[in-house]
């Protein structure tokens, strides 16, 4: 047959390209708050897409009293001086300015050269800001690196190195390290936030962050906000000197402590304090707690005391290195230790949700540190109780607390149940004696015969004899 005649096979169709599934966009429809008196929303702020997507996820549906007052004034690129403590939501204030003034004009960035800078006391709360800011920029594209000191050195490096970064959060020490390596440079800063400006002053960090706000440019080509738990003179001094015609907010926390946390103080001694605090834990079945104390040897103390009896809990005090103080951080968070026991370096800074109680084991020595640690708990218009032992020493510290809230604390003495005999402890488990000494231990064995010089026979011992004779 002939080939020519041969009918020609039909041709397939084109391959079409695979399509990806249509994804809805996310819009306001889906994030519904009906408007309250006296509260502000989120709504009403004008904020970008992508960044009330982040705040619905978040699940903040009306702004805190520092966010209602701060950030009509924030998000207009003022500066600003406000007092505030821990868990009234000031960290979201700054944090939004900062992502929707960089929304608002993009930028591209070099390696090392920030927009903004982000300084605080501790590792714990630049750590805190990090995923704070990770939160609410879920869907706007903007990046932190968090820089301090105790962990993450070589980390840090690298990505200052390989990536070009938003935002910094620091500590002044590890910051100004990476600034001497010319891995970080500030000329470039348009946004400057320095938080916990009071506790930078107690730890003397004053004269490392005057360093580094003179390596940003003068506060007329930038934005600073200046947050303190107090606004002392020193304090204010130094606002005024960074600051340009700054809007001051103050929010009392004595007030916010009194509505949201409640407050009482138990009358005890130094002997039955341990057993009131156990008893409590124990009678109450708590499940997550800060214990406070004002020593580090007190921590490591109380934290094996309450092993023995067969409670779980951790430390974290300023002996502990920092990759452990997260990870007890974390154990803390996920319920699998329920106590944790903690010197006034986990007071500010540190928020760790579902806190019920926080225990006061040692009364602070400073009063003001009395509001940053029961500030733990009752945070963002939770309720939280606050427990305190005062023994025969520390009692006396009772009126200078009640006069920085600024009211009476009930004071009472333990219940029958607080007041139970403990339980036999657990027996201690002796450690092996260490020889790091060069002592040698106490052979345990069989006897090993004599392998040293022979001495002489009492036959030889005669033949001498004989010999001198």
């Not at 026991?341 to 602070?364: F, K, M, Q």
Request: with cysteine.
């Amino acid at each position: 047959m002939d080939q020519a005649l041969e009918p020609k096979p039909a041709a397939s169709p084109p391959l079409k390209p695979r399509q990806r599934p249509k994804t809805e966009r996310w819009s306001l429809a889906k994030f519904p708050v009906d408007p309250e008196e006296g509260k502000t929303r989120f709504h009403d702020l004008d904020l970008p897409l992508s960044l009330m997507h982040a705040i619905c996820d978040l699940k903040f549906n009306y702004c805190t009293e520092i966010q209602a007052k701060l950030l009509p004034h924030t998000l207009g690129g003022k500066d600003a001086t406000a007092k505030a403590q821990t868990g009234t939501g000031k960290s979201a204030t700054f944090i939004i300015a900062i992502i929707k003034t960089f929304l608002k004009k993009p930028r591209k960035n070099k390696n090392g050269m920030p927009r903004a800078l982000i300084l605080a006391p501790t590792r714990e709360l630049v750590h805190q800001l990090e995923k704070d800011f990770n939160g609410l920029a879920k869907y706007s594209r903007q990046s932190i690196v968090a820089v301090y000191g105790g962990t993450g050195y070589n980390q840090q490096m690298t990505r200052l190195r390989e990536k070009p970064v938003d935002v910094i959060a620091a500590t002044p020490g590890r910051l100004l390290d990476f600034i001497n390596k010319k891995l970080v440079n500030l000329s470039r800063v348009e946004i400057v936030v320095l938080d916990e400006a009071d506790r930078m002053l107690d730890m003397g960090f004053i004269p490392d962050v005057r360093r580094l706000v003179y390596m940003t440019p003068h506060k007329d080509k930038r934005q600073t906000l200046f947050f303190s738990a107090t606004l002392t003179d020193e304090v204010l001094r130094l606002a005024d000197s960074w600051t340009k015609d700054a809007v001051r907010i103050e929010i009392d926390p004595d007030q916010a402590a009194a509505l949201s946390i409640r407050q009482v103080i138990y009358l005890t001694t130094e002997a039955d304090r341990f057993k009131n605090v156990y008893n409590l834990l124990v009678s109450e079945n708590l499940q997550r707690v800060l214990i406070f104390v004002n020593r580090k040897d007190t921590a490591k103390y109380l934290s094996s005391k309450l092993e023995r009896y067969g409670q779980k809990c951790g430390v974290l005090s300023g002996d502990v290195a920092q990759d452990k103080r997260f990870k007890v951080l974390d154990r803390f968070k996920n319920g699998r230790i329920k106590f944790l026991v903690a010197t006034d370096v986990a007071a500010r800074g540190l928020h760790i949700e579902d806190i019920s109680h926080v225990i006061n084991y040692d009364l602070p020595i400073e009063p003001e540190h009395y509001i940053h640690r029961i500030g733990r708990t009752g945070r963002a218009g939770a309720t939280g109780t606050s427990i305190s032992f005062a023994d025969e020493m520390s009692s006396f510290e009772i009126p200078k607390i009640e006069e920085i809230l600024g009211n009476k604390i009930e004071c009472e003495y333990p219940s029958e149940e607080l007041d139970k005999p403990l339980p036999k402890p657990k027996p201690v488990k002796r450690k092996p004696a260490s020889h790091s000494s060069g002592k040698k231990p106490p052979y345990k064995g069989k006897k090993r015969p004599y392998r040293g010089k022979p001495g002489p026979s009492k036959s030889n011992h005669i033949n001498r004899n004989n010999k001198k004779n």
